[in-house]
Protein backbone atom coordinates (compact mmCIF):
# COMPACT_ATOMS: atom_id res chain seq x y z
CA UNK A 1 0.00 0.00 0.00
CA UNK A 2 1.63 3.30 -1.19
CA UNK A 3 1.19 6.84 1.25
CA UNK A 4 0.78 9.67 -1.06
CA UNK A 5 1.45 13.28 -0.61
CA UNK A 6 1.59 16.26 -2.42
CA UNK A 7 5.26 18.36 -2.10
CA UNK A 8 4.53 21.86 -2.01
CA UNK A 9 6.78 24.51 -3.33
CA UNK A 10 8.16 27.68 -1.43
CA UNK A 11 9.00 31.06 -2.68
CA UNK A 12 11.00 33.97 -0.67
CA UNK A 13 9.72 37.42 0.28
CA UNK A 14 13.06 38.97 0.50
CA UNK A 15 16.67 37.16 0.98
CA UNK A 16 19.62 38.74 2.53
CA UNK A 17 22.84 36.96 1.84
CA UNK A 18 25.31 37.50 5.03
CA UNK A 19 29.42 36.58 4.88
CA UNK A 20 30.89 33.35 4.55
CA UNK A 21 30.73 31.20 7.43
CA UNK A 22 34.02 28.86 8.34
CA UNK A 23 31.93 25.96 7.48
CA UNK A 24 31.26 26.83 3.90
CA UNK A 25 27.58 28.24 4.25
CA UNK A 26 26.97 31.72 4.12
CA UNK A 27 24.56 33.43 6.56
CA UNK A 28 21.05 34.13 5.75
CA UNK A 29 18.21 36.28 6.20
CA UNK A 30 15.05 35.11 4.53
CA UNK A 31 11.09 34.90 4.90
CA UNK A 32 9.92 31.84 2.99
CA UNK A 33 6.33 31.46 1.95
CA UNK A 34 4.46 27.91 0.59
CA UNK A 35 2.66 27.88 -1.81
CA UNK A 36 -0.14 25.69 -3.82
CA UNK A 37 1.85 24.20 -6.98
CA UNK A 38 3.40 21.10 -5.77
CA UNK A 39 5.04 17.58 -7.05
CA UNK A 40 3.29 14.20 -5.87
CA UNK A 41 5.08 11.90 -4.14
CA UNK A 42 4.40 7.84 -3.57
CA UNK A 43 6.10 6.32 -0.85
CA UNK A 44 5.41 2.35 0.29
CA UNK A 45 6.96 -0.26 1.96
CA UNK A 46 8.21 -4.25 0.55
CA UNK A 47 9.76 -6.88 1.42
CA UNK A 48 13.91 -6.52 1.01
CA UNK A 49 15.98 -3.61 2.08
CA UNK A 50 17.15 -0.40 0.93
CA UNK A 51 15.86 2.34 -1.17
CA UNK A 52 14.78 2.35 -4.51
CA UNK A 53 13.63 5.90 -6.39
CA UNK A 54 11.89 6.06 -9.59
CA UNK A 55 10.68 9.16 -11.67
CA UNK A 56 10.15 9.61 -15.31
CA UNK A 57 12.16 12.75 -15.34
CA UNK A 58 15.75 12.15 -16.42
CA UNK A 59 16.61 15.75 -14.37
CA UNK A 60 15.59 14.11 -11.14
CA UNK A 61 18.39 11.84 -10.09
CA UNK A 62 17.36 8.12 -8.44
CA UNK A 63 20.36 7.48 -6.52
CA UNK A 64 21.82 8.34 -3.13
CA UNK A 65 22.65 11.90 -4.93
CA UNK A 66 18.81 12.77 -4.37
CA UNK A 67 18.10 14.67 -1.59
CA UNK A 68 15.15 12.40 -0.38
CA UNK A 69 17.61 9.43 -0.51
CA UNK A 70 19.93 10.45 2.55
CA UNK A 71 16.57 11.65 3.91
CA UNK A 72 15.31 8.23 3.97
CA UNK A 73 18.11 6.42 4.82
CA UNK A 74 18.12 8.68 8.29
CA UNK A 75 14.14 8.36 8.99
CA UNK A 76 14.75 4.51 8.42
CA UNK A 77 17.80 4.47 10.81
CA UNK A 78 15.79 6.52 13.94
CA UNK A 79 12.65 4.61 13.45
CA UNK A 80 14.25 1.71 13.61
CA UNK A 81 12.30 0.93 10.41
CA UNK A 82 12.61 -2.76 8.55
CA UNK A 83 11.75 -3.69 5.09
CA UNK A 84 12.76 -1.92 1.27
CA UNK A 85 11.38 1.52 0.77
CA UNK A 86 10.08 2.36 -2.48
CA UNK A 87 9.76 5.76 -3.78
CA UNK A 88 7.89 7.11 -6.95
CA UNK A 89 7.96 10.76 -8.07
CA UNK A 90 5.63 12.62 -10.12
CA UNK A 91 7.70 16.10 -10.87
CA UNK A 92 5.84 18.76 -11.36
CA UNK A 93 8.08 21.56 -10.32
CA UNK A 94 10.84 23.49 -12.04
CA UNK A 95 14.18 21.81 -11.58
CA UNK A 96 16.91 24.27 -10.48
CA UNK A 97 13.94 26.70 -10.15
CA UNK A 98 14.52 27.96 -7.01
CA UNK A 99 11.09 26.99 -5.51
CA UNK A 100 12.93 24.23 -2.99
CA UNK A 101 11.45 21.11 -5.00
CA UNK A 102 14.20 18.63 -3.66
CA UNK A 103 14.65 19.62 -0.51
CA UNK A 104 10.10 19.63 -0.11
CA UNK A 105 10.06 16.64 -1.92
CA UNK A 106 12.96 15.29 0.76
CA UNK A 107 10.39 16.40 3.59
CA UNK A 108 7.39 14.70 1.75
CA UNK A 109 8.94 11.87 1.52
CA UNK A 110 9.67 12.23 5.47
CA UNK A 111 6.07 12.40 6.31
CA UNK A 112 5.07 9.70 3.83
CA UNK A 113 7.63 7.26 5.30
CA UNK A 114 5.79 7.64 8.56
CA UNK A 115 2.46 6.96 7.84
CA UNK A 116 3.88 3.54 5.50
CA UNK A 117 5.72 2.74 8.68
CA UNK A 118 2.99 3.55 11.09
CA UNK A 119 5.80 5.08 12.98
CA UNK A 120 6.03 8.27 13.94
CA UNK A 121 9.40 10.38 15.18
CA UNK A 122 9.00 13.36 17.18
CA UNK A 123 9.07 16.80 15.99
CA UNK A 124 12.71 17.81 17.30
CA UNK A 125 13.76 14.23 15.43
CA UNK A 126 12.62 15.43 12.24
CA UNK A 127 13.93 18.89 12.45
CA UNK A 128 17.07 16.87 12.89
CA UNK A 129 17.39 14.85 10.18
CA UNK A 130 16.06 17.92 7.67
CA UNK A 131 18.70 20.22 9.18
CA UNK A 132 21.07 17.65 8.80
CA UNK A 133 20.49 16.72 4.86
CA UNK A 134 19.96 20.90 3.73
CA UNK A 135 19.24 24.24 4.71
CA UNK A 136 16.15 24.11 3.03
CA UNK A 137 13.81 20.95 4.40
CA UNK A 138 13.16 22.33 7.93
CA UNK A 139 10.78 25.15 6.36
CA UNK A 140 8.57 22.04 5.00
CA UNK A 141 8.19 20.83 8.41
CA UNK A 142 6.47 24.35 9.41
CA UNK A 143 4.32 25.67 6.46
CA UNK A 144 2.66 28.51 5.74
CA UNK A 145 5.13 31.70 6.89
CA UNK A 146 8.32 30.92 8.17
CA UNK A 147 11.36 33.13 9.03
CA UNK A 148 14.61 31.09 8.28
CA UNK A 149 17.91 32.24 9.60
CA UNK A 150 21.67 30.67 9.80
CA UNK A 151 22.18 29.17 6.80
CA UNK A 152 18.22 29.15 6.58
CA UNK A 153 17.97 26.18 8.31
CA UNK A 154 16.99 27.92 11.22
CA UNK A 155 13.09 28.45 10.86
CA UNK A 156 10.44 30.00 13.22
CA UNK A 157 6.79 29.97 12.43
CA UNK A 158 5.81 33.62 11.38
CA UNK A 159 1.82 35.00 11.89
CA UNK A 160 0.43 33.65 8.68
CA UNK A 161 -0.08 36.05 5.65
CA UNK A 162 -3.10 35.67 4.11
CA UNK A 163 -3.74 33.46 1.10
CA UNK A 164 -2.80 36.00 -1.75
CA UNK A 165 -3.18 35.42 -5.33
CA UNK A 166 0.33 34.38 -7.36
CA UNK A 167 1.79 34.39 -10.69
CA UNK A 168 4.72 32.05 -10.77
CA UNK A 169 6.49 31.89 -13.96
CA UNK A 170 8.92 29.27 -14.57
CA UNK A 171 11.49 30.16 -17.84
CA UNK A 172 13.53 27.34 -18.77
CA UNK A 173 16.75 28.36 -17.59
CA UNK A 174 18.63 26.00 -14.94
CA UNK A 175 20.38 28.22 -12.40
CA UNK A 176 23.30 26.47 -10.32
CA UNK A 177 22.71 27.72 -6.59
CA UNK A 178 26.24 27.31 -6.09
CA UNK A 179 27.73 29.24 -8.85
CA UNK A 180 25.06 32.06 -7.81
CA UNK A 181 26.68 31.91 -4.40
CA UNK A 182 30.26 32.09 -6.30
CA UNK A 183 29.16 35.07 -8.21
CA UNK A 184 28.00 36.91 -5.07
CA UNK A 185 30.94 35.86 -3.10
CA UNK A 186 33.35 37.58 -6.43
CA UNK A 187 31.24 41.05 -6.57
CA UNK A 188 31.43 41.22 -2.75
CA UNK A 189 35.40 40.72 -2.80
CA UNK A 190 35.80 43.29 -5.36
CA UNK A 191 37.70 42.74 -8.93
CA UNK A 192 41.11 42.23 -6.70
CA UNK A 193 40.13 38.85 -5.32
CA UNK A 194 38.80 37.09 -8.35
CA UNK A 195 40.28 34.18 -9.55
CA UNK A 196 42.52 35.06 -12.92
CA UNK A 197 42.19 31.77 -14.71
CA UNK A 198 39.75 32.00 -17.02
CA UNK A 199 37.37 32.17 -14.23
CA UNK A 200 35.33 35.54 -14.88
CA UNK A 201 33.52 35.65 -11.70
CA UNK A 202 34.44 33.14 -9.38
CA UNK A 203 35.99 34.35 -5.86
CA UNK A 204 38.67 32.74 -3.96
CA UNK A 205 39.51 33.25 -0.18
CA UNK A 206 40.47 36.63 0.68
CA UNK A 207 43.92 37.00 1.49
CA UNK A 208 43.76 40.00 3.60
CA UNK A 209 40.05 40.52 4.49
CA UNK A 210 39.20 44.02 5.54
CA UNK A 211 36.82 45.17 7.85
CA UNK A 212 34.77 46.78 5.44
CA UNK A 213 34.01 43.77 3.06
CA UNK A 214 33.23 41.99 6.64
CA UNK A 215 30.97 44.49 7.97
CA UNK A 216 29.04 45.20 5.04
CA UNK A 217 28.04 41.76 4.73
CA UNK A 218 27.01 41.61 8.49
CA UNK A 219 25.07 44.72 8.37
CA UNK A 220 23.09 43.34 5.76
CA UNK A 221 22.22 40.58 7.82
CA UNK A 222 21.13 42.82 10.53
CA UNK A 223 19.28 45.25 8.62
CA UNK A 224 17.27 42.03 7.26
CA UNK A 225 16.43 41.10 10.90
CA UNK A 226 15.26 44.69 11.80
CA UNK A 227 12.94 45.18 8.78
CA UNK A 228 11.07 42.25 9.71
CA UNK A 229 10.78 42.97 13.37
CA UNK A 230 10.06 45.90 12.61
CA UNK A 231 7.25 44.14 10.60
CA UNK A 232 6.01 41.71 12.96
CA UNK A 233 5.97 44.63 15.58
CA UNK A 234 3.38 46.78 13.09
CA UNK A 235 6.14 49.81 13.68
CA UNK A 236 7.57 49.61 10.43
CA UNK A 237 5.60 52.78 9.54
CA UNK A 238 4.35 51.64 5.92
CA UNK A 239 0.90 52.54 5.39
CA UNK A 240 -1.50 50.00 3.58
CA UNK A 241 -2.63 52.51 1.21
CA UNK A 242 -6.50 51.78 1.35
CA UNK A 243 -5.90 47.69 0.82
CA UNK A 244 -8.67 45.74 2.50
CA UNK A 245 -7.63 44.68 6.33
CA UNK A 246 -6.90 40.90 5.02
CA UNK A 247 -3.81 42.28 2.77
CA UNK A 248 -1.96 44.23 4.94
CA UNK A 249 0.10 42.20 6.74
CA UNK A 250 1.35 41.21 3.32
CA UNK A 251 1.55 44.67 2.02
CA UNK A 252 3.29 45.71 4.75
CA UNK A 253 5.90 43.19 4.59
CA UNK A 254 6.82 43.78 1.23
CA UNK A 255 6.44 47.44 1.22
CA UNK A 256 9.50 48.08 3.62
CA UNK A 257 11.69 47.44 0.95
CA UNK A 258 12.55 43.34 1.33
CA UNK A 259 14.99 42.29 -1.63
CA UNK A 260 16.25 39.14 -2.88
CA UNK A 261 19.91 39.68 -2.86
CA UNK A 262 20.17 36.88 -5.83
CA UNK A 263 18.74 39.62 -8.52
CA UNK A 264 22.08 41.04 -8.06
CA UNK A 265 23.77 38.12 -9.35
CA UNK A 266 21.07 36.36 -11.47
CA UNK A 267 19.90 39.65 -13.54
CA UNK A 268 22.80 40.69 -14.99
CA UNK A 269 23.60 37.37 -16.77
CA UNK A 270 19.88 36.23 -17.78
CA UNK A 271 18.30 39.93 -18.37
CA UNK A 272 15.31 37.92 -19.74
CA UNK A 273 14.40 36.98 -15.93
CA UNK A 274 14.64 40.74 -15.20
CA UNK A 275 12.10 41.40 -17.83
CA UNK A 276 9.83 38.98 -16.09
CA UNK A 277 9.94 40.61 -13.07
CA UNK A 278 9.14 43.89 -14.88
CA UNK A 279 6.14 42.16 -17.30
CA UNK A 280 4.69 41.67 -13.40
CA UNK A 281 5.23 44.87 -11.81
CA UNK A 282 3.83 46.37 -14.96
CA UNK A 283 0.50 43.87 -14.94
CA UNK A 284 0.04 45.09 -11.27
CA UNK A 285 1.79 43.28 -8.71
CA UNK A 286 2.01 44.22 -5.57
CA UNK A 287 5.10 42.34 -4.96
CA UNK A 288 7.74 40.90 -8.18
CA UNK A 289 10.57 39.12 -6.87
CA UNK A 290 13.28 36.66 -8.25
CA UNK A 291 12.68 32.99 -5.96
CA UNK A 292 15.76 31.92 -4.43
CA UNK A 293 18.79 31.64 -6.93
CA UNK A 294 16.16 31.80 -9.55
CA UNK A 295 15.21 30.85 -12.69
CA UNK A 296 11.49 30.88 -10.75
CA UNK A 297 9.90 34.75 -10.68
CA UNK A 298 6.36 35.25 -9.02
CA UNK A 299 4.20 38.15 -8.57
CA UNK A 300 1.93 38.42 -5.38
CA UNK A 301 -1.80 40.24 -7.07
CA UNK A 302 -4.27 41.53 -5.32
CA UNK A 303 -7.39 40.56 -7.52
CA UNK A 304 -7.53 36.70 -9.51
CA UNK A 305 -8.44 39.01 -13.05
CA UNK A 306 -5.01 40.76 -12.91
CA UNK A 307 -3.31 38.10 -12.15
CA UNK A 308 -4.66 36.00 -14.45
CA UNK A 309 -3.83 38.51 -17.36
CA UNK A 310 -0.13 38.90 -16.28
CA UNK A 311 0.43 35.33 -16.69
CA UNK A 312 -1.61 35.47 -20.38
CA UNK A 313 0.91 37.91 -20.82
CA UNK A 314 4.17 36.11 -20.10
CA UNK A 315 2.52 32.74 -21.67
CA UNK A 316 1.86 34.77 -25.18
CA UNK A 317 5.72 35.90 -24.24
CA UNK A 318 6.64 32.22 -24.39
CA UNK A 319 7.15 31.82 -20.76
CA UNK A 320 5.69 29.25 -18.64
CA UNK A 321 3.45 30.72 -16.42
CA UNK A 322 0.30 29.69 -13.94
CA UNK A 323 -2.16 31.66 -11.56
CA UNK A 324 -1.83 30.00 -7.82
CA UNK A 325 -1.56 31.25 -4.52
CA UNK A 326 0.64 31.22 -1.28
CA UNK A 327 -0.86 29.11 1.26
CA UNK A 328 -1.21 29.06 4.44
CA UNK A 329 -0.07 26.95 7.24
CA UNK A 330 -3.22 24.97 7.92
CA UNK A 331 -4.18 24.95 4.56
CA UNK A 332 -0.36 22.98 4.05
CA UNK A 333 -0.83 20.79 6.52
CA UNK A 334 -4.86 20.23 5.14
CA UNK A 335 -3.91 19.57 2.00
CA UNK A 336 -0.43 17.22 2.54
CA UNK A 337 -1.83 14.36 2.50
CA UNK A 338 -4.23 12.34 0.03
CA UNK A 339 -7.40 11.54 1.98
Same mark, same amino acid.
Given at each position: ????????????????????????????????????????????????????????????????????????????????????????????????????????????????????????????????????????????????? +???? $? !? %????? @? /?? #? &??? *?????????????????????????????????????????????????????????????????????????? +???? $? !? %????? @? /?? #? &??? *????????????????????????????????????????????????????????????????????????????????????
Amino acid at each position: MMVTVRSFAKINLGLSIGALRADGFHELGTVYQTIAPHDVLRVGIAKGSGIEIRCPDPRVPTDETNTCYRTIELAMAALRGKGRVLLEIEKRLPVQGGLGGASSNAVAALLALERALKKPLSAVKKLRIAAEVGSDLPLFLVGGT +VLGV $G !R %GEQVY @P /LP #D &LPS *TYCVLAAPEIGISTPKAFADWDAIMAGPAERRSTGQPGAAVPMRNPGKLTVSTQSDNIVQFGRTVSSWLSGSSG +VPAR $G !R %GRAET @P /LL #D &LVR *TGIENDFEKVVFPKYPELREVKRVLEREGALYASLSGSGSAVYGLFGARVEADQAAARLRKQGIPAQTTATLTREQYWKKIFYC
